[in-house]
């Protein structure tokens, strides 16, 4: 359920109901999300512990066996098979580079694109901030009518662009500076805990919205 949003009974016709999973539910739900970031921190502990090849034999090894429990407990499969992609990308270009920082090259490039996106979409007025917390909770994107919660995606859009810039700018310097033990702190680090402060950033932006009057005009 969307923070701060109205509640709705099953088969209210303010909400129907869905034919098709959320986004959030697609990605195996914030288990799901949760488990994909473990072969990463696997991979942070083992390279400082063991050196570059073990800990690409761990990350892999700790994604297969993510996507083993997820069958074992009959849950979609999607979400640890695309974590295992993932991985195994990281995993090619460390190994072929020699490098451990190359592990970190993906999710360095993909944060770039993510804050590019994320900038993009607040000149366009179609905030992603909302397009994606819409599309988890599969509410619609109807709330782009209400210029309350158009300005509030705005706000939270602009705090995740700043997340995701952060990411660039620490971790960018410190692959730059071959920093490899930093900068796989500084993945674990910029993480969860700067996800959070941008979610509790959007939740008080969107109840912010909501309490205030509409407009007369």
């Known amino acids: 359920m969307t923070a701060g949003a109205p509640q709705h009974q099953p088969g209210d016709p303010a909400r129907p109901e869905r034919e098709f999973p959320t986004l959030l539910e697609q990605m195996g739900g914030v288990q799901g999300v ?3 970031t473990i072969p ?3 991979f942070v502990v083992s390279n400082v512990l063991f050196g570059l090849q073990p800990a690409l034999i761990a990350a892999l090894a700790s994604g297969v066996l993510i996507a083993i429990w997820r069958i074992v407990r009959k849950q979609a499969l ?3 098979v695309s974590g295992l992609f993932a991985v195994g990308i990281a995993a090619f270009i460390a190994y072929r580079t020699g490098e451990a920082r190359g592990f970190y090259l993906p999710g360095l490039l993909f944060s770039a694109a993510l804050g590019l ?3 993009v979409s607040m000149v366009v007025r179609w905030p992603l901030a909302g397009v994606v917390w819409h599309g988890i909770n599969g ?3 109807g709330w782009r009518q209400d210029r309350r919660l158009l300005r509030a995606y705005t706000f939270a859009t602009a705090l995740w662009t700043l997340v995701f810039a ?3 700018v620490v971790q960018g310097l410190l692959y730059r500076a071959e920093e490899e033990t930093w900068l796989g702190i500084a993945r674990l680090a910029m993480g969860y805990p ?4 941008a979610l509790l950033g959007t939740v008080w932006a969107v109840r912010r919205a909501r309490r205030t009057p509409l407009p007369t005009t």
């Open 34 to 36: 949760v488990a994909s």
């Open 40 to 42: 990463v921190a696997v």
């Open 78 to 80: 999607q979400p640890a």
């Open 117 to 119: 996106a994320f900038l």
């Open 139 to 141: 509410d619609g994107q």
């Open 166 to 168: 952060a990411r660039v």
């Open 194 to 197: 700067l996800v959070g402060v």
